[in-house]
Every structure is written in C-alpha cells, then in structure tokens.
C-alpha cells in the first residue's frame, strides 16, 4: 500500500538577518505516521515547526497540507493542524475543562463536543479528577500533560509536537509517550493522527518515530526510519573501550588489526562490529601488546546519536 | 460565537482575580470620596479668610453705635451656598506676621487688615460728608487659586455693605443669570461629570493589559493557530470591558450620589455616554496592546494616552478650547479628536444643566464616529503586529 502524504514542505528558507535559521528544508511526512525532526538545540527545528503550522512566514518555500497551502488566510487549512509548544501555554485562571471548551470554541468546535472532548482527553492523561482546577494550581507535570491535549481538542490530523518530553516527570513521560503513539495507530477515542514531533533526545525520537529527518545548523542531514538510519552506520554492535588519552592512537593501531571499523572519540575507542562480544578477548589482548590498559569497557547497539555524528562529527548535545 | 466564547473568558478570568476588578471599580469613586473631602465634605469649598480688625468703633448722630469693622466680618460669616453651608471661614487674628505664616502655609487663603478710621470713613458717607478714601487691605498669595475666590467674595461683601450704607444710587447694577441648574449645583457636583468620564479613561490600562498578557502569556500564539480573528478577539475583550464601563459609572454615580451629587438630567444618557466613549478608550487600550510584548510595558505606554485624556480633555479640570473650524454651528478644537472632550460636554449638559438627548446628539454623533475610527484602528494594528505570520 502507498503511504500518502499529509504534509509536505518545499524548499523552506528563513532568515534572521545574516543568521540563516533553515535552509531549503524539503520534508514529506506520510499520513499515519510519527515523525521525528531530530537535531541540537538551535538546529532550526522549532523554526521548522512554527513554518509548518503557519505561525512563521518563510522567507521562501512552502508548507502544502493535503496538497494546499498554508497560509495567513485560510484558517481552515491551519486548523488541520494542532500544536503543543514546548513552553506550557495555558490560561492561569481558567480550571482544565474550561480550557479545553475554549480553545475547542476557538476552533469552531460546538461547546457540547468540546467538552465531550475535553474531558475524554483529560481522562486518557490522568487529570479527570483535576477538571474543575485552576491550571495555576496543577504540578509542573499536569500541566504539561494539560499543554498537550489543548492541541488534540479540535481534532486535528497534524498533531505537532515541539519537545514533548521536556520536563515531563518518568510517569508523565510514560504515559505521553504512549499517548503519543497511540495517536497515530488509532488507538484511542480519535482519528488516527499523523505526528511530527521535535527533540534533541535520540532516544526520544528512536522510541516514538517511524521516520526520523536529522537536521543541523537548519539543513536536513538525512531522513529515513531510526532502523534505516542506524543501519547506514554499519552492522553489529558498538564496543567503546577507555584508555588512556596518549595510548589511544596506539590502541587504534593494535586493534585495527582484528577489526577494520574502529575509532577515538574522547579518550575511548569505538569498534563497530558483528559479533564483537566474541572478539573481545583478542581485542584486549592486541591493547595489552600494545602497551595500552584498558579501562571501563562498554557494549551497545548503534543509536541515533552515532548517526548524528558520523554526519556532524559533533554529539547531539554539545 | 467565539466572540461571545472570548468575552466568557475574558469574565471569567476577571471573577477569578478579585483584586484587579475591586481596584479598577474603586478607583473613581475614590477620586468622588476624595473632591467631596477637598470641598469640605459640605460639597462646596469653604475659604479660610484672616481678619485683623483694627477699626475703632463711632457714635453716631442718632446716639448709636457704628463698628462697621464687625458689621462687615458678620456678613462675612452669614454668607452661604444654597445648602447653606457657609462660604468663609472667617477667624479673627492679631498678628500679620503669624497671619501671613498661616497663608504661606496655605491654612487660609486671605488675610483682610481692616483700618482703624473704617467706621469712621463709612459714617462721614453716612452723614453726607465729602467722599473720603480708606484702606483695606488684602494679603495673600496670588498663586494660590483659593485667594481670588476668596478675595472676589469678600470684595462683593464689602461692597454690598458699603453700597447699602451710602444715600447715593448705584451707577451700574449687575444681574446673574444661571444657566439651567447651575444656581443650585455645589463645587463638587460640578466635578463630577470629569470624574464620570475618568471612572471611564482609566479602562485603557486594564484594556491594553488584558490583551498584553495574552501576548506575554503565549496564549495569543495557540489563539493565533486557531480560526479566531482579531475582531472576534478583541471585540469579546472589548464586550466584557463595556460591561466592566457601565459598572464603574454606575459605581461612580452612587459614590457620588451618596456625597450628596444629583444629576440634573436623565442618568440613562449619562450612561450612554459613558458605554460609548469606553468603545474609544477601549479601541485606544488595543492600539497601546498593538505596540507591547508584556503587561508591564503595555502599563508603561498606557499612561501617554491616560496624561492626553486626563489633561487635555477637560476631564481633570477645565481648559480653553481652540477652535479650529465650526461645522454645522459647532466649534471643533484640536482636541476634539480626543473622545473624553466631548464626553465632559455631553455629562455636563446632562447632569449639571439637565440636558435631554437632542441637546447632547452632536456630542454622542462625535463619540460614536471616534469611537468606530479608535476601534477599528486598534483591531487593524493589533491584526498586523499580533496576529499575523511573521
């Protein structure tokens, strides 16, 4: 079956004076689907996103939902769109219910529905019991969760998500995350939503997306499943070894000789390798001949993070 | 309606912030309570006048007694406004220099020195004498407004007195005649009308703040992805501003009439006033939230308008009025473009001179078209800064 596409951006360009916050940004997101923009802080992912829901114009390119732009005037097609900023942006003096028929309203939900919605909403996220609280009233977490499902209230079919996990406890976590997935395979009270969704946690993109862009400096790196993407780094596992800062490049040498992919990166070196449990001995064997001790020694598998290096040379975090 | 959603919002926000709706609502009757206490608490002013009588008391013809000095001092106290209250407050002194230490304090606003020939003066006019001139002296500080009042009545006093006791006819008589009610109206109620329309002025920071805290709040950005419009927005806003209007009037009014104020004309009109100017404040409260990012700088900008319309509209106290051009018999000043000018027309006619809705029409005419024009100027620059693609 052909995937459809729900959003499509074409050549996305903006500017902040000399500061060129996203170049050429060509994405297509697949209805249906959870997709990652994967980046560092200041990568131009919330730039993106603020493009792609229409509350920033580009400097050049366009946003196509369903095949049409999006644009200051036509309100219909932005109101396909639902999104959850990563600041909490809630009315202080409005109880959770309240909030969630007011913003329906705004989006010409009839009352009735919006509070159908609203409270299903808040029933799936665990603040039924906080309905008639004032927002100002709720912990850090609530009212992220609370954050979260004012984009969900007008039902929308692009449910935009700018760092969901950003302050969230483990359980509220947990419990977004699933949401969030649930959302785009129909499980749960709506229509199956599609999600983009920005984070500079790889294992928040690894966990939730079924196709990951990476970007950087607010230029699309790569784009492809997080599987897709951490295949091109090689097969098999990822041993990282300590050693000492003078020895590494020795290290290199004696164990280049067992294993062809090997690397340094901040006094460790990093072998990528099938069945590289099995060649452990021999490796440690090779640093002893070399005159090189080894010390804390880990195993993993390929991650995001090794993606974004390899394509950066730099670590999602620095 | 997301109008009518916006201004249940907008309601409910304000119920749940008791302190800003009571203070907004209590601060132009305070401003009541505040003129009624500068006018004595009687509604009108009384002076504070100071006399040093060094006149000497004469025997007369007939064998009577004549001390003009206290004959003057006593008319002096018997003066008194139509709810008889007394006009001055006259205190009997022996020493100028402590007198005139009392007037640089401002504790009276006059210090008559009355000489010791006086009587003597008044009874040779009496007796038909040849006219001979005395001193009276006046003191006091000529910046201080109380002193020409107070001089002026005590002159009138005087005069009166001296014009009863001389033979001779008065060359010019003066009549006065008031305008509507106005005999009859204390100081203070003649303040209220400005108040009135202050109670109303002062919605422009509650006006630009609402909306600026939806700005700084970020609530604008998610209401901005939403299919509501600017109109829809700030005219529910706005719609809830306007109820807030008539309750500060009506709060005014009942501060004001229980200090003793009663409108002269219909209050419905006054209050018609008071909805249709709070458009235009409103309208300009939107125009200062088009030019802010947070409530304390929406406060800051606030206050340019508020010195305009306070100061230059006749609302604190009254101004000369330059005309520009007359259309239709009505004379058009600079500051007509400033609604409160001709709010404080239209209350004074009202409730000072009892005015009915045909003599107030240019007036609410002028009201509504700047009202339209400051409102649909604030929803166009708020669209435009606030509500559009960046």
Redesign the interface.
Do not use: Q, S
């Given at each position: 079956m052909t995937a459809t596409t729900i959003l499509q951006t074409k050549n996305l360009t903006k500017r902040y004076g000399t500061l060129t916050a996203v170049e050429n940004l060509s994405l297509q997101v697949f209805e249906g689907q959870v997709f990652g923009l994967l980046g560092p802080n200041g990568a131009g992912k919330t730039t993106s996103i603020n493009m792609i829901?229409?509350?920033?114009?580009p400097d050049s390119g366009q946003v196509l939902i369903h095949g049409r732009p999006i644009n200051?005037h036509d309100?219909?097609i932005?109101?396909r769109?639902g999104?959850c900023?990563q600041?909490i942006?809630?009315?202080?003096?409005?109880t959770c219910l309240?909030q969630l028929e007011?913003?329906g309203?705004?989006?010409?939900v009839p009352?009735r529905v919006a509070r159908r919605r609203g409270e299903a909403l808040l029933e799936i996220m665990g603040l039924a019991d906080k309905r008639n609280k004032?927002a100002r009233t709720l912990s850090g977490g609530m009212q992220r969760r609370l954050n979260l499902i004012?984009a969900l209230v007008?039902d929308p079919d692009i449910l935009v998500l700018d760092e969901p996990e950003a302050g969230l406890d483990p359980q509220s976590r947990v419990l977004v995350r699933e949401y969030v997935q649930s959302l785009a395979r129909q499980a749960n009270t709506f229509r199956p939503k599609t999600v983009i969704l920005t984070t500079h946690n790889m294992d928040e993109a690894e966990r939730m997306a079924d196709r990951v862009a990476i970007i950087d400096h607010g230029k699309l790196l790569v784009v492809d499943t997080p599987e897709a993407l951490k295949r091109t780094m090689g097969e098999g596992d990822v041993l990282e070894i300590e050693v000492n800062g003078a020895s590494a490049e020795r290290g290199m040498a004696a164990v280049a000789l067992i294993v062809p992919e090997v690397s340094t990166r901040d006094h460790t070196l990093v072998i990528r390798a099938r069945g590289v449990v099995e060649m452990l001995p021999f490796i440690l064997d090779a640093l002893r001949g070399a005159d090189v001790h080894p010390g804390e020694v880990r195993l993993r598998a390929n991650t995001l993070e090794d993606v974004f290096i390899s394509l950066t040379g730099r670590r999602l975090r620095e | 309606m997301r109008l009518w959603s916006v201004f249940r919002k907008s309601a409910r926000e304000q119920k749940r912030d008791l302190m800003v709706l009571a203070l907004s609502l209590a601060f132009a009757p305070l401003f009541v309570v505040l003129y009624w206490m500068m006018t004595g608490g009687t509604g009108s002013t009384t002076y504070g006048v100071l006399v040093i009588n060094d006149d000497v008391s004469v025997m007369q013809a007939n064998g009577s007694t004549l001390s003009a000095g206290e004959d003057i001092l006593e008319a002096m106290r018997g003066l008194t406004y139509k709810n008889g209250s007394p006009l001055l407050r006259v205190s009997r002194v022996t020493d100028r220099a402590e007198a005139e230490a009392q007037l640089r304090n401002r504790g009276a606003a006059i210090l008559i020195i009355i000489p010791p020939d006086f009587s003597r003066i008044i009874r040779s006019t009496l007796e038909g004498g040849e006219p001979i001139t005395t001193l009276v002296t006046f003191v006091g500080d000529l910046t201080n407004p109380y002193y020409t009042l107070a001089a002026v009545t005590t002159m009138t006093v005087a005069d009166q007195y001296i014009q009863a006791a001389s033979p001779r006819p008065r060359l010019v008589e003066m009549i006065e005649i008031p305008l509507g009610a106005s005999a009859a109206r204390t100081e203070f109620e003649n303040y209220v009308p400005g108040l009135f329309v202050l109670s109303v002025i002062l919605l422009v920071f509650q006006a630009s703040m609402m909306v600026a805290r939806e700005i700084e709040g970020g609530t604008l950005r998610r209401l901005q992805l939403t299919r509501v419009t600017s109109f829809e927005l700030l005219g529910g806003i706005t719609a809830w501003l306007v109820v807030v209007a008539v309750a500060e009037v009506l709060v005014t009014f009942l501060t004001a009439w229980a200090c003793g104020f009663r409108s002269q004309g219909p209050l419905w009109i006054a209050v018609m006033v008071g909805i249709i100017t709070s458009f235009s404040i409103i309208g300009v409260g939107m125009i200062v939230a088009s030019f802010s990012k947070t409530v304390s700088q929406a406060f800051v900008i606030a206050n340019f308008p508020l010195g305009f319309f306070m100061f230059l509209t006749g609302a604190a106290f009254p101004l000369p009025r330059y005309t520009l051009l007359t259309i239709a018999g009505h004379a058009v000043g600079l500051t007509d473009i400033l609604p409160p000018t001709h709010a404080v027309v239209a209350l004074n006619k009202v409730l000072t001179l009892g005015a009915g809705l045909g003599d107030v029409a240019y007036e609410l005419g002028a009201l509504l078209i700047l009202s339209a024009m400051y409102f649909a100027m604030g929803v166009w620059l708020f669209k435009r800064t606030h509500m559009k693609a960046m």
């Open positions: 829901c229409g509350l920033l114009k200051d309100a219909n932005r109101a769109v999104v900023p600041n942006v809630l009315w202080n003096t409005l309240e007011f913003i309203e705004m989006y010409a009352r004032l004012m007008h | -």
